[in-house]
């Protein structure tokens, strides 16, 4: 899965069970130390690709 929904799933889901505690907070540890580091990153991303389909509905609506 992508870094930002399993992100997101350790923020906002439900734990409902866990065999092994030590290696699952170590595999969320890992998973929220790279979303940190890459957030920035994604949030440009995001952002550029939202500032690039308003132009393009823009140029389009101003076609019409």
Known sequence: APLEWQARVIREGV???????????????GILVRWFDEQQRLDRFHKMR???????????????
């Open 15 to 29: 734990l409902i069970f866990s065999r092994d505690e030590p290696t699952r907070v170590e595999i969320e540890r």
């Open 50 to 64: 939202l500032d690039a389909f308003a132009a393009a509905g823009l140029r389009k609506a101003a076609a019409s």
